[in-house]
Each structure stands twice: as structure tokens, then as C-alpha cells.
């Protein structure tokens, strides 16, 4: 049961990604790159800006399925990098064909960052009791989240010097 309402939390999050109708458009992402030594000091200022830019993924996703379909991709680029891009995009389309929408706020609780060479990690325990699916026609709700969602998010700095999410894994309920 824990791992149906994870599940569900992330599908919150996909959802609230959702716009309707509109065809894919070109759309150019900044470039990113990876390595996986250790940064040799971390200072608390740019886990800060890595902390603030998860929350404003969770944030953008709250409000996702309400973007014009023709601007959607180019909004949550500035939040999201691929792999997860892709990943909500196509969760998007797949809600929207079923009548699902979101509905409420995910409270983020960001427990941890790391820093690499790499990238950074974010470790959330989000609150998102307040938050759930909901039938688009009959605005009957579904679902609604956990008061304890233990999320990891991978973040990546693109060439334009500002942290994306790249990927956002649910742990489990509980944190």
C-alpha cells in the first residue's frame, strides 16, 4: 500500500505537468555535463541555489498541467532536464488522454544536498497530503498524497550556470 500512494505522489507531480492539446515543438535545452569526482569543498551558498531550484521544480510541477500545450515544453526546461523532461512530457499526454489533472501543494522538506562534479543530490521528504489526482470531467478526486514522501532528486548545471532537475526518484512513504 506504502508503494501505491509513492507511486501515486509521483504521478502528482507528472500530472500537474499536464497541458492540453498542441503538437511537439522544437525547443533548445542547454547543454550539460557529467562527471562523478567530488567537488573538493561545498559551500553551503550553492547548495542553497541547488535546494531552491528543486523547490522550484516541485513548484513548476504544481502549476504544469495548467501551461499552454505550446509553451509547456520551454517552462519546464527551465526547471528540468532530460531524462525527466521527456519523462514528464509523455506522462502529461498520457494523464490528459485519460482525464486526469492535479489538484493541491507538495510542501517540500529538503533534508540533504550533495555536491559533485557532476551534479548535485537532493534528498525531500515532501508532504503532499494536500495534494492528489483528480477526474479532469467530473473534478472527482481519486487520490491525495503522503505526509511523509521520501524523494531523491538528481540535479544537473547546464551551460547557462542554472541547476535543472534530471531525474526525481520516489524512495518510498516514510522518511
Request: net charge positive; with cysteine; charged share 20%.
Given at each position: 500500500?506504502?508503494?501505491?500512494?509513492?507511486?501515486?505522489?509521483?504521478?502528482?507531480?507528472?500530472?500537474?505537468?499536464?497541458?492540453?492539446?498542441?503538437g511537439p515543438k522544437a525547443v533548445a535545452l542547454p547543454s550539460v555535463t557529467?562527471?562523478?569526482?567530488?567537488?573538493?569543498?561545498?559551500?553551503?551558498?550553492?547548495?542553497?541555489?541547488?535546494?531552491?531550484?528543486?523547490?522550484?521544480?516541485?513548484?513548476?510541477?504544481?502549476?504544469?498541467?495548467?501551461?499552454?500545450?505550446?509553451?509547456?515544453?520551454?517552462?519546464?526546461?527551465?526547471?528540468?532536464?532530460?531524462?525527466?523532461?521527456?519523462?514528464?512530457?509523455?506522462?502529461?499526454?498520457?494523464?490528459?488522454?485519460?482525464?486526469?489533472?492535479?489538484?493541491?501543494?507538495?510542501?517540500?522538506?529538503?533534508?540533504?544536498?550533495?555536491?559533485?562534479?557532476?551534479?548535485?543530490?537532493?534528498?525531500?521528504?515532501?508532504?503532499?497530503?494536500?495534494?492528489?489526482?483528480?477526474?479532469?470531467?467530473?473534478?472527482?478526486?481519486?487520490?491525495?498524497?503522503?505526509?511523509?514522501?521520501n524523494t531523491k532528486a538528481l540535479l544537473v548545471k547546464g551551460s547557462d550556470?542554472?541547476?535543472?532537475?534530471?531525474?526525481?526518484?520516489?524512495?518510498?512513504?516514510?522518511?
Open positions: 500500500m506504502a508503494h501505491r500512494f509513492c507511486w501515486i505522489g509521483v504521478a502528482v507531480v507528472a500530472l500537474i505537468c499536464s497541458s492540453c492539446g498542441g557529467y562527471s562523478e569526482a567530488p567537488l573538493p569543498s561545498s559551500t553551503a551558498t550553492e547548495k542553497d541555489v541547488v535546494a531552491s531550484a528543486y523547490t522550484k521544480f516541485v513548484a513548476m510541477l504544481e502549476r504544469a498541467d495548467s501551461l499552454p500545450a505550446r509553451s509547456r515544453e520551454r517552462e519546464l526546461a527551465t526547471v528540468m532536464a532530460d531524462p525527466q523532461l521527456s519523462r514528464v512530457l509523455q506522462r502529461i499526454d498520457e494523464m490528459k488522454r485519460q482525464h486526469i489533472a492535479t489538484y493541491g501543494h507538495i510542501i517540500v522538506h529538503v533534508k540533504s544536498v550533495q555536491l559533485t562534479a557532476s551534479g548535485a543530490t537532493v534528498y525531500d521528504c515532501q508532504d503532499s497530503r494536500g495534494s492528489g489526482l483528480l477526474n479532469s470531467i467530473t473534478r472527482k478526486k481519486i487520490n491525495r498524497g503522503v505526509q511523509q514522501g550556470g542554472r541547476w535543472r532537475v534530471s531525474k526525481s526518484i520516489t524512495l518510498g512513504e516514510g522518511c
